[in-house]
């Protein structure tokens, strides 16, 4: 196996890496958020409108670690600084 499709393959597999890690964190995230809105929604309904509203702007929060981690995953493929150097040293 050359030096371009090593670079090109575990460049592939970090970014599958970095998204599945930062998909479960951020799915787990935003269960806990969900699960403890909703419980203080049954304990204050009269203040519901504003826990959900507070939720919303939390999951959005929790929701940008897996936005972050998917423009690390488009950078490892994308604009990978190996992947021109062993380009490079083929030709």
Known sequence: MDA???IGAF???GACLCMGIGSIGSAVGEGN???SALQAMAQQPDEASRIRSTMFVAIA???TT???AL???FLVLYANPFWNYA???VQ
């Open 66 to 68: 897996a936005l972050y």
């Open 71 to 73: 423009l690390i995953a």
């Open 61 to 63: 929060m929790v929701e």
């Open 11 to 13: 460049s592939v597999l």
């Open 4 to 6: 371009v499709s090593l």
């Open 33 to 35: 958020v969900a699960a």
């Open 87 to 89: 380009v490079a040293q």
